[in-house]
T-cell receptor
Framework: RKEVEQDPGPFNVPEGATVAFNCTYS??????FFWYRQDCRKEPKLLMS???SGNEDGRFTAQLNRASQYISLLIRDSKLSDSATYLC?????????????FGTGTQLKVEL | GAGVSQTPSNKVTEKGKYVELRCDPI?????LYWYRQSLGQGPEFLIY????????DSGLPNDRFFAVRPEGSVSTLKIQRTERGDSAVYLC??????????????FGPGTRLTVL
């Protein structure tokens, strides 16, 4: 079983739709949680951190459920420019470091 | 300001050859990380440096892989006797520190390695 599991998609949605991605993680020692965005043939870029209380950044809302080891990302009023792969990422501090563990990513395609 | 840079952007080599991949982190960042991303997968951790020393090399797949960061800035990932299965995008990331509020990892554009 992978440490971080995501539905690979693709999710094909019309512009303006609301779409939700889910992710589960297996390491209960995970301490920090993130969503990264990766465009085709580009590097991953931090979209947002995920906090236990839930957090919002414009059209994006992230939620964390530590008891269920479950993370979600909600995108409202989706835009064509939101088309990308969304990577669920967890971090467990090891050796005083900062190793990130990535899911395989969920591909989103926003269409006219 | 300048982000993380990696060279070369693409490298094609033959099975059995030796390759070096270079990473230039953001100036002032003390932590540097190498990841490998295969097609259709998320990045996988290889090794992490704090300053000049490798603080965690648990992700290196075998002893053909080695990385150095002699002056605490630029890092080189070295792969000996390359195999076709080594073909992937090798990503480098850096962060200001390795813990706390300044530990966001910023990724470089990657080196796409193809082993024929």
């Amino acid at each position: 079983r992978k440490e971080v599991e995501q539905d690979p998609g693709p999710f094909n949605v019309p512009e303006g739709a609301t779409v939700a991605f889910n992710c589960t993680y297996s390491n209960s020692a995970s301490q920090s949680f993130f969503w990264y965005r990766q465009d085709c043939r580009k590097e991953p870029k931090l979209l947002m951190s995920v906090y236990s209380s839930g957090n919002e950044d414009g059209r994006f809302t992230a939620q964390l459920n530590r008891a269920s080891q479950y993370i979600s990302l909600l995108i409202r009023d989706s835009k064509l420019s939101d088309s990308a792969t969304y990577l669920c990422v967890v971090r467990a501090l090891t050796g005083g470091g900062n190793k990130l563990t990535f899911g395989t990513g969920t591909q989103l395609k926003v269409e006219l | 300001g300048a982000g993380v840079s990696q060279t070369p952007s693409n490298k094609v080599t033959e099975k059995g050859k030796y390759v070096e991949l270079r990473c230039d982190p953001i100036s002032g960042h003390t932590a540097l990380y190498w990841y490998r991303q295969s097609l259709g997968q998320g990045p996988e951790f290889l090794i992490y440096f704090q300053g000049t020393g490798a603080a965690d090399d648990s992700g290196l797949p075998n002893d053909r892989f080695f990385a150095v960061r002699p002056e605490g800035s630029v890092s080189t990932l070295k792969i000996q006797r390359t195999e076709r299965g080594d073909s992937a995008v090798y990503l480098c990331a850096s962060s200001l520190t390795a813990s706390g509020a300044s530990d966001t990892q910023y990724f470089g554009p990657g080196t796409r390695l193809t082993v024929l």
